[in-house]
């Protein structure tokens, strides 16, 4: 099982970035894919999940209608899509995929590198 995060950069904030979980190996609509962050000094904290069961979505309430997460399975990648993106954003992204969805990071067993995003005036 293999993830690879990408998409992160230099954003002004009010911007938008979109972020890309790819998989290789497998077969990304098995899984429950949640995407996390961690700033520097902070521990990581779970921003969104969707469910492989029926592509329900969870997001922590700091991002809630301000990031979207979602599949494409033709490309076996999962998206989050950032908009008005604030300075308290800036972390790297992570994107780990589990059985069951979840926030909490130690749920989850498979993680990709992560891809940082700054958020920066």
């Known amino acids: 099982v293999q993830l690879q995060a990408s998409g992160g950069g230099l954003v002004q904030p009010g911007g938008s970035l979109r972020l890309s979980c790819a998989a290789s190996?497998?077969?990304?609509?098995?899984?429950?894919i949640g995407w996390f962050r961690q700033a520097p000094g902070k521990e990581r904290e779970g921003i969104s999940c969707i469910s492989n069961v029926d592509d329900t979505t969870y997001y922590k309430d700091s991002v809630k209608g301000r990031f979207t997460i979602f599949r494409d399975n033709a490309k076996n990648t999962v998206y989050l899509q950032m908009n008005s993106l604030k300075l308290e954003d800036t972390a790297v992204y992570y994107c780990?995929?589990?059985?069951?969805?979840?926030?909490?990071?130690?749920?989850?067993?498979?993680w990709g590198q992560g891809t940082l995003v700054t958020v920066s005036s």
């Open positions: 190996g497998f077969t990304l609509d098995y899984y429950a």
């Open positions: 780990a995929a589990d059985l069951y969805c979840s926030l909490v990071a130690g749920s989850f067993d498979s």
